[in-house]
């Protein structure tokens, strides 16, 4: 099959589990030298801070799974009749015939009215995303708010991606949707 394969733009959303995990380590370490000031038994607040650093640390880990599969699984594939967003296990296919608008846009969204959003943290933006002026968006994206390409279709849906080169990536769907 003919197409082209676009990685999404670049995130610093690795930082979010790796300040999670120095919260962890200074939770640990504060467990484990508290019994020297309380005067308490170092046996029992070594137990404590084991567990809580277990759990914080399996969490993490967690996290470091579901980045590591988002981030190397992003991909925006553009062939002769569609465009198909893949993240993790997410697949979505938009027909160029079915595309209305294309545009890049600074959104705004609404974290307190958003129910539907399937993974949400500092540098994805995974499933449909509620935002202010626009209402449900299906990202999928390496941001949230800033640059997104935002693709507007004929049933009223909308969706949000970041790829790289945003440009050019938006003037190829333009021309592949016979909007130009």
């Known amino acids: 099959m003919n197409y082209i394969k676009i990685k999404p733009s670049f995130s610093w959303g690795w930082l979010f589990p790796f300040h999670v995990f120095l919260l962890s380590f200074f939770v640990f370490l504060s467990c484990v030298y508290l019994p020297i000031v309380k005067g308490l038994p170092q046996k029992t607040y070594i137990f404590i801070s084991i567990l809580i650093a277990s759990i914080l640390n399996c969490l993490i880990a967690t996290l470091g799974i579901l980045y590591t599969i988002f981030f190397f699984t992003m991909s925006y594939k553009l062939t002769p009749e ?4 893949k993240c993790g296990w997410h697949k979505k ?3 160029y015939n ?3 608008k294309v545009t890049i846009e600074n959104l705004k969204a ?3 009215a958003d129910t539907q959003s399937v993974f949400k943290v500092p540098g994805y933006a995974i499933g449909k995303v509620y935002y202010f002026g626009k209402g449900y968006i299906y990202m999928c994206a390496t941001r949230v708010n800033k640059n997104i390409l935002v693709i507007y279709l004929k049933n009223g849906e909308k969706v949000g991606i970041t790829p790289k080169n945003l440009e ?3 003037n190829i769907l333009i021309e592949k949707a016979g909007l130009t």
């Open 93 to 95: 296919t938009i027909y």
């Open 110 to 112: 609404n974290f307190l």
């Open 82 to 85: 569609q465009l198909i967003l």
């Open 168 to 170: 050019e990536f938006k």
């Open 98 to 100: 079915q595309i209305e």
